[in-house]
């Protein structure tokens, strides 16, 4: 019986002991899961903090490449398609410039919050918001160059009217002096003729007793209009013709065309009317 009792005893011993060898490896394996947990969160935790800061970097490299473009575009802004450029290219900046922004912002808030040692990520936000602040002040002094430019192209643009404008008046101008000498030369070498039996000249008072346009009182709408620069030949389509009004022998010549009927060759115009700027002539 006390062999018995001693091996009872024994045993309950043992069995004490691995149920506390059980108990100690739970207790390790759930510190080790806890800790694991730690490490995951932490990782969750700096791969968000550094995707992060991926994106400002990315941001401020295509703010600078679209700065580039704007800087290109503006060696002759006057290209409609290059003010175009211009004008998307700094709207994209803008945007870029306030998502670098708010993403800065949210850096430093979850730096805030982190359980990390993060003095160098920290430093490494604030060297991001100073190539920000001074991309910033680049791009104030971009706008600014921009808007000098277009104030100036405005003001070209506005002189440029204005010289269009005195051209198109000077032209008119020249135009209306043109159009006036035009018409002073062709009264200057007017002149006028008309043919006629004896009697049709009688009627419009042309010859009145013997004499050739004796007064002003004769129809000067039965007269032809010529110039006398360039009509030098004057038909009278008759086999008789006799000139009754006053011009210089040796200015013209009364010669026959094929069919006998008369014509009027004048070789000197000038002479020819400048003792009148009528020329009368009767036929049969």
């Known amino acids: 019986m006390k062999k018995f009792g001693f091996v009872t ?3 309950l011993l043992l069995a004490s002991c691995g149920q506390g060898q059980q108990m100690s490896e739970s207790a390790m394996q759930e510190e080790r899961d806890s800790l694991q947990r730690i490490i995951n969160e932490k990782d969750v935790e700096l791969n968000d903090i550094m995707s992060t800061f991926d994106e400002v970097q990315e941001g401020i490299r295509r703010i600078n490449e679209a700065e580039g473009r704007v800087t290109i575009a503006d060696a002759s802004p006057e290209s409609a398609s290059n003010k175009e450029v211009i004008r998307e ?17 949210q850096l430093k808030e979850k730096l805030r919050k982190s359980t990390f040692n993060a003095d160098k990520l920290k430093k490494t936000v604030e060297n991001l918001q100073a190539q920000i602040d001074a991309q910033n002040t680049h791009i104030q002094e971009l706008e600014a160059t921009l808007a000098e430019k277009d104030a100036q192209l405005a003001a070209q643009g506005e002189q440029i009217n204005a010289l269009n404008e005195n ?3 000077l032209t008119e101008e020249n135009k209306q002096k ?13 002149a006028w003729f008309v043919f006629g039996t004896k009697n049709e000249l009688k009627e419009q008072k042309i010859l009145q007793n ?9 129809n000067k709408d039965y007269f032809t209009q010529i110039d006398i620069r360039y009509d030098k030949l004057i038909k009278f389509y008759s086999k008789s013709a006799t000139i009754l009004s006053s011009h210089p022998s040796g200015t013209y ?5 094929s069919k006998g009927l008369y014509e ?8 020819f009317w400048s003792t009148s700027k009528y ?5 049969k």
């Open 178 to 190: 043109t159009a006036t000498v035009a018409t002073q030369e062709k009264q200057l070498n007017a």
């Open 264 to 271: 009027l060759h004048i070789t000197d115009p000038t002479k």
């Open 89 to 105: 290219n700094m709207k994209f900046i803008r945007e870029a410039m306030q998502q670098n922004r708010d993403m800065i912002a």
């Open 210 to 218: 013997g004499d050739v346009l004796r007064d002003g009182d004769f």
């Open 253 to 257: 010549q009364m010669v026959k065309d």
């Open 279 to 283: 020329l009368v002539v009767q036929v």
């Open 167 to 169: 051209v198109n008046t």
């Open 9 to 11: 005893v024994v045993t």
